[in-house]
Nanobody, 118 residues
């Protein structure tokens, strides 16, 4: 599966953005889909994930209650809705896919920059 993340940009603190992760090659419903981010000088960190067929979601504590992951199987796309953005949310955001038999995310998109300004 090939993944293409988009939707990043510059937003003021307290604002919102929606990131998209469009998949091609295989249906996203075959994978657990995750969002990760990496801020300058920091390790890549888990943001959240959605199980195959959108059964359930999980989130990092730092974004819980502000970010929402959803999927649209008709568009083969997964979304990350980010509300009440904070300065510390500034990072490059990546989407990733993990197949049922894999223990790690094996497919990654190219990343999209999110910058939150004061």
């Amino acid at each position: 599966v090939q993944l293409q993340a988009s939707g990043g940009g510059l937003v003021q603190a307290g604002g919102s953005l929606r990131l998209s992760c469009a998949a091609s090659g295989r249906a996203v419903s075959n994978y657990e889909m995750g969002w990760f981010r990496q801020a300058p000088g920091k390790e890549r960190e888990f943001v959240g994930s959605i199980t195959r067929r959108g059964g359930s979601t999980s989130y990092a504590d730092s974004v819980k209650g502000r970010f929402t992951i959803s999927s649209d199987n008709t568009k083969n796309t997964v979304y990350l809705q980010m509300n009440n953005l904070k300065l510390e949310d500034t990072a490059v955001y990546y989407c990733a896919a993990r197949s049922l038999v894999a223990t790690q995310y094996g497919y990654w998109g190219q990343g999209t920059q999110v910058t939150v300004s004061s």
